[in-house]
Antibody
């Protein structure tokens, strides 16, 4: 049973960088044919896909965030990470990591609330 | 981007009655080479992450009760709860995974009448 857990600061100041890590257990992040996703949910914009990392290492980003986002992987720790630069209050959301196969996202982390405020 | 539009925003249904949620995509999510609709449905209860109910528009995820069913093709899709139970109170989302950026509908809140 795959499990994912987000971790990182719950409060980030405006203009700074939001950094989150997703730790995967119950399966290797570098095996199989899976996408490892970041998705966020805010009251104002609902569910928003941020980007994904494929097992092969290729990465896709949402064009609306692409200029500010970096997704990376640390296979030695079985983790993947999200960095979102120059944050504003609009980036306040619950951030989820998850796994999807060729279809939909079948595993989700519990989510972590990140608030952007001074 | 493919825009996903759900209706209604909310609905109240009596226990044991049918609930129907609609989802429309701004362009077809049917991939002709494999004849699959790249459409999923999720259920989200308060304080929890979304949970996958349906994928490929009509395939129930393992463990999902058979009162949940998905139908539709191309741009128009429906999630049906055949006999609403108290534990089905939640927000339901559709999502397309036909192309990036992956996009979600705005959600439909299902309550008990």
């Amino acid at each position: 049973q795959v499990q994912l857990q987000e971790s990182g600061p719950g409060l980030v100041k405006p203009s700074q960088t939001l950094s989150l890590t997703c730790t995967v257990s119950g399966g290797s992040i570098s095996s199989g044919s899976y996408y490892w996703n970041w998705i966020r949910q805010s009251a104002g914009k609902g569910l928003e896909w941020i980007g994904r990392l494929y097992t092969s290492g290729s990465i896709n980003y949402n064009p609306s965030l692409k200029s500010r986002v970096t997704i990376s992987v640390d296979t030695s720790k079985n983790q993947f990470s999200l960095k979102l630069r120059s944050v504003t209050a609009a980036d306040t959301a619950v951030y989820y990591c998850g796994r999807s196969g060729v279809s939909s996202q079948d595993y989700w982390g519990q989510g972590t609330l990140v608030t952007v405020s001074s | 981007d493919i825009v996903m539009t759900q209706s209604p925003d909310s609905l109240a249904v009596s226990l044991g009655e049918r609930a129907t949620i609609n989802c429309k995509s701004s362009q077809s999510v049917l991939y002709s080479p494999n004849n699959q609709n790249y459409l999923a449905w999720y259920q989200q209860k308060p304080g929890q992450p979304p949970e996958l109910l349906i994928y490929w528009a009509s395939i129930r995820q393992s463990g999902v009760p058979d009162r949940f069913s998905g139908s539709g093709s191309g741009t128009d899709f429906t999630l049906t709860i055949s006999s609403l139970q108290a534990e089905d109170v939640a927000v339901y989302y559709c999502q397309q995974y036909y192309s990036t950026p992956l996009t979600f509908g705005g959600g439909t809140k299902v309550e008990i009448k």
